[in-house]
């Protein structure tokens, strides 16, 4: 069963590339270009998961995450940082901030729905890698 996932991301074309890949795997996905959106989304929306860029303008990933886990209503949202690889040596500095994990960029089309699907709620993670292979799109 899918998830409801909301992606908060500046970069069209990564945006494209994860909302594609999560739906393909069954997942709804909300989309948000830029903090201030992706903050009210996460709010009207109630998704089950936030993957959150780290480098935007106006309001960069750490100021988001520190907003969604001082609010009472969505501090229990996983929020998992998606950023390029050197930003992921900082590792602690984006766990400090809040974020419950990362994923490197750029983003890895054979790895990147696992991946995020690690950080979902347990009800909502999918039964076994096995059988999660065995079901997807495009894997043979
Ligand atoms: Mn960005």
Known sequence: MGATILIIEDNPANMELMAYL??????TVYTAYDGAAGIH???????????????MPR???YEIVRRLKEDEALRRIPVVA???L????????????GFDGYIG???DPEQFVGEIEKYLPAGLRPKSA?????SRPGSA
């Open 22 to 27: 999560l739906r393909a795997f069954g997942h």
């Open 105 to 107: 960029k750029p983003i």
């Open 86 to 97: 050197a930003m992921v040596g900082d590792k602690e500095k984006l766990l400090a901030a």
């Open 41 to 55: 989304m996460a709010y009207y929306g109630r998704p089950e998961l936030i993957a959150c860029d780290v480098h």
């Open 59 to 61: 309001m960069d990933g």
């Open 130 to 134: 096995s059988s999660l292979q065995a």
């Open 82 to 84: 998606v950023t390029a």
